[in-house]
């Protein structure tokens, strides 16, 4: 089952964030020991100020009643760019990766986005190290726009590439 998380799932996100941050650090711009440091509230908050009916919020897929996944389909906050939503955090517990899991999530948020007729694009970006996240998404039918050279500094002064990719909904 896929649906659009609520405060009340607040303590099963928390879990599978945090352990999203400790298994791939490198795939979000946050790190465990910033997130571990985060009361409830947060957590709580951040479900609730993503949710805007009927379309945006932090989606959870589950299997027998426990969160395996999560990612979150946003607006943009500019009135001009709201023909184009935002795919972030996708994540999917390690237990489950390869089985399909990401790509039923991430196609049930295309449809979903699909649904809202004034939508025409949907982007995302992605570590370019993040090889088994670019193929799914260029097998989904994503397409690479651009690189995005040294677009996230590492603590260790280190650099990442992002890819930035688009989903055209109507072309």
């Given at each position: 089952m896929i649906r659009i998380l609520t405060p009340n799932d607040t303590?099963?996100?928390r879990q599978l964030r945090l352990l999203s941050l400790k298994t791939d650090p490198l795939a979000f711009l946050s790190t465990y020991d910033?997130?571990?440091?985060y009361d409830l509230?947060?957590?709580r908050q951040k479900i609730f100020n993503s949710i805007k009916h009927p379309l945006y919020g932090i989606y959870g897929l589950f299997d027998k009643d426990k969160l395996v996944a999560f990612a979150q389909l946003a607006d943009s906050y500019y009135k001009n760019k709201r023909h184009i939503a935002y795919l972030n955090e996708v994540y999917v517990h390690t237990d489950l990766r390869r089985k399909g899991v990401a790509s039923k999530l991430v196609k049930y948020l295309i449809d979903k986005a699909k649904e809202n007729l004034s939508l025409e694009?949907?982007?995302l970006r992605v570590n370019s190290e993040n090889l088994s996240a670019i193929s799914l998404y260029e097998k989904l039918g994503f397409e690479k726009v651009t690189v995005l050279k040294d677009a996230v500094k590492n603590p260790d002064n280190t650099y990442q590439d992002e890819y930035f990719y688009c989903f055209y909904i109507k072309s």
């Open positions: 303590e099963i996100y910033v997130e571990t440091k509230s947060y957590f694009q949907l982007h």
